[in-house]
């Protein structure tokens, strides 16, 4: 059978708030970055190594980012580093809140 599949994607909208696109430039929050906020709503277990991967940066790029975001206050550390979760503050809220 040939044919061919549409797909629609609808945009984002809990995170536009951390960019400003008025400039043409992201001042906020690089697209890296708003990336993580998205896939950490998504499932806030995520580590900096499966966040390189899912984004094709090394794990230190990955730390790196989550410090920026961690240093604007965008998400936090909850528990201890090997069994602890991402918590997204500040506005940036998950599908479960």
Do not use: C, H
């Not at 708003?34 to 806030?44: C, F, G, Q, V």
């Not at 980012?65 to 991402?86: E, F, P, Q, S, T």
């Amino acid at each position: 059978m040939l044919g061919f599949a549409v797909v629609f994607y609808r945009p984002d909208e809990r995170f536009e708030d951390y960019t400003d696109t008025n400039v043409g430039v992201s001042v906020g929050v690089n697209e890296t970055r708003l990336k993580i906020l998205k896939y950490l709503a998504e499932n806030p277990y995520l580590t900096a190594e499966q966040l390189g991967e899912m984004l094709g940066i090394t794990k230190r790029r990955a730390e790196s980012n989550l410090k920026a975001l961690k240093d604007k206050n965008l998400i936090k550390r909850v528990g201890a580093a090997k069994n602890g979760y991402w918590a997204t503050v500040g506005g940036a809220k998950s599908k479960d809140e």
